[in-house]
């Protein structure tokens, strides 16, 4: 299985300011046929049902505000939030779905410093 | 826009089967794949396994042995069950739809299960 190792596992911003949260895989799940990163990011909020926003490991989610984007190749990755706004406070998550089984991270709790 | 609401019983006992149901409104099952995944107490999001619109599936290795997805597109619902289920089981479950293999575009608010006795 590949094991998916985000860092750090908790972070605190202040409002405004820019997040970056890492997701690191055990092996590649770049492939080198379409070029492509099977990885997307998840942003898991209390209340509310899991939700995608990035996925092939830099393509915005439809609807996905542009403060967050997605970055990296290969085994190491990015998910940056440009402008921490209130509602972003949650655990975001890292997923690889080029091998089965699909494997998750253990997620970055992201708070208000 | 497409809605996902997962129903079953709250509570199962050990060894007993799960079974769970995610209702799509909305939307059809046609052309999608579904998935199901799980979230136990303090640990991190597992996926369980998918099933294409068109019945067939791929699971989780570490649960391929007692878990069997399903969808039936007259009752727009799509179904997971898990047999011989242990306290280990006990999670919020979550169906989800995408547009291609690995894909979680959307997803349920998530059902939780606890195995007790």
């Known amino acids: 299985d590949i094991v998916m190792t985000q860092s750090p596992d908790s972070l605190a911003v202040s409002l405004g300011e820019r997040a970056t949260l890492n997701c690191k895989s055990s092996q590649s799940v770049l492939d080198p046929s379409n070029k492509q990163n099977y990885l997307s990011w998840y942003q898991l909020t209390p209340g509310q049902p899991p939700k995608l926003l990035i996925h092939w490991a830099s393509t915005r989610q439809f609807g996905v505000p542009e403060r967050f984007s997605g970055s990296g190749s290969g085994t190491d990755f990015t998910l940056t939030i440009s402008s921490l706004q209130a509602e972003d406070v949650a655990v975001y998550y890292c997923q690889q779905y080029y091998s089965i089984p699909y494997t998750f991270g253990q997620g970055t709790r992201l708070e208000f410093k | 826009q497409v809605q996902l609401q997962e129903s079953g019983p709250g509570r199962v006992k050990p060894s007993e089967t799960l079974s769970l149901t995610c209702s799509v409104s909305?939307?059809?099952?046609?052309?999608?794949?579904w998935s199901w995944i799980r979230q136990p107490p303090g640990k991190r999001l597992e996926w369980i396994g998918y099933?294409?619109?068109?019945?067939?599936?791929k699971y989780n290795p570490s649960l391929n042995s007692r878990v069997t997805l399903s969808v039936d597109t007259s009752k727009n619902q799509v179904s997971l069950t898990l047999s011989s289920v242990t306290v280990a089981d006990t999670a919020v479950y979550y169906c989800?739809?995408?547009?291609?293999?690995?894909?979680?575009?959307?997803w349920g608010q998530g059902a939780r299960v606890t195995v007790s006795s």
């Open positions: 989800s739809r995408g547009y291609y293999e690995g894909d979680l575009g959307h």
């Open positions: 909305g939307g059809f099952i046609n052309t999608y794949y």
């Open positions: 099933v294409y619109s068109s019945g067939s599936t």
